[in-house]
């Protein structure tokens, strides 16, 4: 679950051209674990309106 969310995440970032993106790649783990946690809430957003 989390390895889906992620990939979907980044790509998600990587279109919206956040700094996100990079804190998931160069911070700690602590800091990897909470922006992947604000992009499930982003990305059960965007499931939302694609329903």
Do not use: D
Request: glycine residues 0%; proline residues 0%.
């Amino acid at each position: 679950m989390y390895k889906y969310i992620e990939k979907k995440c980044i790509m998600h970032l990587e279109h919206t051209h956040t700094h996100t993106l990079t804190f998931m790649h160069t911070h700690t783990h602590a800091r990897k674990e909470q922006n992947i946690n604000y992009c499930i809430q982003h990305s059960e957003r965007l499931i939302y309106y694609l329903l």
